[in-house]
């Protein structure tokens, strides 16, 4: 019988990244999975980190979503940084909440500890090019 998870508890900076990406690319299924998501491990390297998930079968896939990445569009100012935190959310080949990928923008190592930080997300206009998101930012302090 297999190991249980040593499930993790979903870090503010985590929450907010997430439910900012999927207000902006809204997708019912993955949106009940984030509901119900634990963390089931965290790798961290020098540049990034990974937060896998754990999502119960019960949640359903979307359809037509598989091996999917969202985001790319949304970032963080960490206190304290010059570069800003990057963001992408990844599905697996059934369609489920695979992990978050973050990393910093400029390749400088990842904070050891998380300062108070500000999400927001640029939006892709029609022309192709980068604008700002008329979205709120979300703030929260440190960790």
């Known amino acids: 019988m297999g190991e249980a998870p040593n499930l993790e508890t979903i870090s503010t900076l985590e929450k907010a990244v997430i439910e900012e990406i ?29 937060t896998f998930f754990l999502v119960s079968n019960a949640s359903g896939a ?5 091996s999917h990445t969202l ?7 960490l206190k304290g940084r010059q ?8 599905t697996d080949h059934h369609g489920k909440l695979s992990h ?3 990393f910093m923008d400029d390749d400088s190592s990842w904070p050891s500890r ?14 192709g090019g980068l604008s700002p998101s008329t979205s709120p930012l979300v703030t929260a302090g440190p960790e």
Do not use: M
Not at 22 to 50: D, G, M, N, T
Not at 83 to 90: E, Q, S, V, Y
């Open 22 to 50: 999927l207000r902006c690319e809204p997708h019912p299924a993955l949106s009940a999975q984030w509901k119900e998501a634990k963390v089931r491990k965290r790798e961290f390297y020098p540049h990034a980190v990974f």
């Open 62 to 66: 979307p359809r037509g979503i598989k």
């Open 71 to 77: 985001g790319g569009y949304t970032f963080a100012r």
């Open 83 to 90: 570069a800003l935190a990057a963001f992408t959310l990844h």
């Open 100 to 102: 978050l990928a973050a």
């Open 114 to 127: 998380l300062p108070d930080f500000e999400v927001f997300s640029v939006k892709r206009p029609n022309s």
